[in-house]
T-cell receptor, first 116, second 112 residues
Framework: EAGVAQSPRYKIIEKRQSVAFWCNPISGHATLYWYQQILGQGPKLLIQFQNNGVVDDSQLPKDRFSAERLKGVDSTLKIQPAKLEDSAVYLC??????????????FGSGTQLSVL | KQEVTQIPAALSVPEGENLVLNCSFTDSAIYNLQWFRQDPGKGLTSLLLIQSSQREQTSGRLNASLDKSSGRSTLYIAASQPGDSATYLCAVESGGSYIPTFGRGTSLIVHP
């Protein structure tokens, strides 16, 4: 079974530039998550999708971050414009969760973003 | 708002020791708790998932327990090996949106 795919693996940009990350979840997984992990900290949820609808985006800085999940499969996360404090690893995860049935989270390898 | 704390933040032990990692959470109304392993520069790998109705789960040398009423979970690693060196994170799923909230992790080094 293929895992969660993310690209690019690394990205270096200058502040005020824009950047986009892509995620392809495990086939059939209804729920998709984007997490931000700053060095030395645990992952922080940015946005959670179920199919192509947003379940929670309360911690997404909406003035600069946006995310979409077209057709309930692939997802993209965009930052525009980037700030120095956005330097982090961006992790995508998916699960087969349907409400009331809890499943394991499967993570991709992440995209390491450096903002200079 | 759910908050998850992991103690200790770092641990260094000789090979062969039995270990206990701790995870505590503030809101006991959880759906499940997961323990993950993260190797440097990699994503997270789920080790054990404990449903809210369960008390413990076991996989090989790993055993995780859950005490919802006290807001605690422990991950027990038996006969530690250098290959166990990694960061271990716990995450609790709670709230109306089933949001997984992570702790900061315990960085484990097992030296030969």
């Amino acid at each position: 079974e293929a895992g969660v795919a993310q690209s690019p693996r690394y990205k270096i940009i200058e502040k005020r530039q824009s950047v986009a990350f892509w995620c392809n979840p495990i086939s059939g997984h209804a729920t998709l998550y984007w997490y931000q992990q700053i060095l030395g900290q645990g992952p922080k949820l940015l946005i959670q999708f179920q199919n192509n609808g947003v379940v929670d985006d309360s911690q997404l800085p909406k003035d600069r971050f946006s995310a979409e999940r077209l057709k309930g499969v692939d997802s993209t996360l965009k930052i525009q414009p980037a700030k120095l404090e956005d330097s982090a690893v961006y992790l995508c995860a998916s699960s087969a969760l349907a409400r009331g049935i809890t499943e394991k989270l499967f993570f991709g390898s992440g995209t390491q973003l450096s903002v200079l | 708002k759910q908050e998850v704390t992991q103690i200790p933040a770092a641990l260094s032990v000789p090979e062969g020791e039995n270990l206990v990692l701790n995870c505590s959470f503030t809101d006991s109304a959880i759906y499940n708790l997961q323990w993950f392993r993260q190797d440097p520069g990699k994503g997270l790998t789920s080790l054990l998932l404990i449903q809210s109705s369960q008390r413990e789960q076991t996989s090989g040398r790993l055993n995780a327990s859950l005490d919802k009423s006290s807001g605690r979970s422990t991950l027990y690693i038996a006969a530690s090996q250098p290959g166990d060196s990694a960061t271990y994170l716990c995450a609790v799923e709670s709230g109306g949106s089933y949001i997984p909230t992570f702790g900061r992790g315990t960085s484990l080094i097992v030296h030969p």
